[in-house]
């Protein structure tokens, strides 16, 4: 898991390097800009597989079918 974020963040950061002309002596700055990119974007597929989750499980509990066009709107916050 380590592994597949760390990739993360630096494929992050080389393409930081090459949007800004792939500037010499920026390295530092930009894996600390990818590792925050890389950060938001996990806060933000947990929280859509959260909410999904929830959603399902609501769903499941009160017996609603997908296809009767019932709307859950469960949403995943404070993440």
Do not use: C
């Amino acid at each position: 898991m380590q592994d597949n974020h760390e990739n993360r963040i630096r494929a992050l950061a080389y393409q930081i390097w090459e949007s800004e002309g792939r500037p010499i002596g920026h390295e530092s700055r930009h894996w600390e800009m990818a590792s925050i990119l890389a950060r938001e974007q996990g806060t933000e597929e947990l929280k859509k597989a959260v909410t999904t989750a929830t959603n399902n499980v609501v769903a499941e509990t009160f017996n609603i079918d997908p296809a009767s066009g019932v709307s859950l709107s469960v949403e995943a916050k404070n993440f």
